[in-house]
């Protein structure tokens, strides 16, 4: 089509191209993320996930490409969470709570620059810290005899991330409660995709994460929250925003547009809200790092010390 055709106000002879959907919730962006990464060409089993709102995830190599979604809520882009904010300047994106002290060390996107809230990497970290350090319990609650931080607020208890004139930053109980929903159904998401492919973890050779948040990401803590499965670490990948490098590619290719289609036309679609092990796999993730701490063996270690 052409922008004159659809009423785009710009140079009617400019072309649009819309990137193949393969379903409702898994769109052209999860097409150009594959077209990205490459995997669709690759012998070594991947792992692909979008995270935002949706947790689009993608199983695949050259043989097979399935793909499905999970809602996560908007609460590792910044809604929904009493002091939360997306990924830009200004944002808390990284925790680290002294054992002993329970002193805090902040990492603030931007240079010199005082912190106006936390983000989704932020997040993580924090209750991954907070967990580790005995804050909350498994179950995200907080304890108010552990840390001087923890007071009571305008619903019930919270954590003081950061203070200073006229800012607290904070994390509420309800915002905890609403980042373990979020890693229960992304966690839950991977593992029953696999199970429905008749895979496991040990499987998988390469991770690739994508999304807003995703570079800032701290694997380690994302692991002990039980958000992503514990592997090696060099197993994961941090590929940007992939939805806009799939488009650059296709501007430029006319090979890659037909590529794109191709990738939309292998995969298939599972549907996980009519998926029998999905919800037992999500509230078993209601837990940190899982009810299933078996398959967290490096944060169990960690526990037990």
Do not use: W
């Not at 659809?6 to 959907?21: D, H």
């Amino acid at each position: 089509a052409f922008a004159g055709e659809i009423g785009i106000k710009v140079n009617p002879n400019i072309p649009i191209y819309v990137f193949p959907c393969v379903a409702s919730y898994v769109g052209g962006d999860i097409t150009a993320g594959v077209l990205a990464t490459q995997l669709h060409k690759k012998e070594e089993l991947s792992l692909f996930i979008d995270i935002g709102t949706n947790g689009e995830i993608v199983i695949g190599n050259s043989e097979l490409l399935v793909a499905a979604a999970c809602s996560a809520g908007p609460c590792f882009e910044g809604s929904g969470i009493k002091c939360g904010m997306r990924a830009t300047e200004g944002a808390i994106e990284g925790v680290k709570i002294n054992r002993d002290s329970f002193d805090i060390e902040l990492k603030v996107i931007g240079e010199d620059i005082k912190p106006t809230g936390i983000c989704g990497s932020g997040m993580i970290d924090a209750i991954a810290e907070m967990f580790l350090t005995g804050i909350i319990d498994q179950k995200g609650k907080l304890q108010k005899d552990v840390s001087g931080r923890v007071r009571a607020g305008e619903n019930g208890l919270e954590f003081v991330v950061y203070s200073g004139p006229g800012t607290d930053i904070v994390l509420a109980e309800s915002d905890i409660e609403n980042i373990i929903r979020a890693k229960a159904a992304i966690y839950a998401g991977f593992s029953t995709l696999l199970m429905e492919v008749g895979f496991t973890f040990n499987d998988i050779q390469k991770v690739y994460i994508a999304g807003g948040f995703g570079k800032f990401l701290n694997i380690e803590k994302a692991i002990m929250l039980g958000m992503l499965p514990e592997l090696p670490k060099e197993k994961f990948e941090y590929m940007g925003n992939t939805s806009v490098t799939g488009a650059y590619l296709c501007m430029l290719s006319s090979k890659m547009r037909t590529e794109a289609e191709e990738i939309a036309k292998k995969m298939t679609y599972l549907e996980l809200s009519v998926s029998r092990s999905f919800m037992d796999e999500y509230i078993s993730g209601l837990f940190i790092p899982h009810t299933n701490i078996d398959a967290f063996p490096g944060v169990k270690k960690l526990m037990e010390r």
